[in-house]
């Protein structure tokens, strides 16, 4: 009678949830999370769109790739990938990914309009870069002041600390990086002209207008 009874146990403490049955190996175990729920997921789904040209995409993973050899010291050497949408639309994911249209890159007259396009999303990229390093290193030491008969003023007087301030800012205004800069920059590092920047500047506003297929990739709600 014992014995039967100790052979049924494991069965009756299943039943009582104290156990669970080996077939259940495969569940998910309970986090170290004491209020016992999982957080939810904060990966964004990649809208699942069609593949684009082959020669298409080729051309400009070369491009792409043409420019960052050119310009080792970038920081950043995202992957090149082209999306098979008629719309006309590029932008950046992080630092990790440019992605452009279908669409855009057969309204490029050529290889250096191609590149100007592709240069200008790296100038934007690059002044992205420098703004998460400033906000990043927000103690950077202020240029000396000069207050009257040519004397630096050491006090903490809230009106010098505001001219101070001022001056910093007027000079980090002055030596924020542009994008167009930037992409001139790395255009003509690369072997093309940065003129060519100028005669795609249409082709930019374009794109600038259309965002939809930013939005999804990353998550927002439509414009």
Known sequence: MKSSFLLLLPGLC??????????????????????????????????????????????????????LAANPKAGFAPVFATIGSPSVEIFHIDFTQVCVTEGLVKKCKGEEELAAILAQELG????????????????????????GNDKTFDGFDPTTWAQIGKQENDRNRLSRPNPQQSARTFLEKAGYPGSSLDGVQPLLREADRNCALERQFKGLPPQ
């Not at 009582?16 to 170290?32: I, K, M």
């Not at 016992?36 to 699942?48: D, H, L, M």
């Not at 684009?52 to 420019?67: C, P, Q, T, Y």
């Not at 927000?138 to 002041?145: Q, T």
């Open 14 to 67: 299943i039943l009582a949830g104290c156990l669970q049955p080996e077939s259940s190996s495969n569940l998910s175990r309970v986090s170290g999370n004491p209020f016992g729920f999982q957080p939810p997921s904060t990966k964004v789904a990649r809208p699942n769109l069609p593949a684009a040209n082959s020669e298409i995409a080729a051309r400009v993973d070369f491009v792409g790739k043409k420019i």
């Open 124 to 147: 934007r990229m690059a002044i992205e870069k420098a703004t998460r390093q400033a906000y990043a290193n927000p103690d950077r030491p202020l240029a000396a002041m000069t207050v």
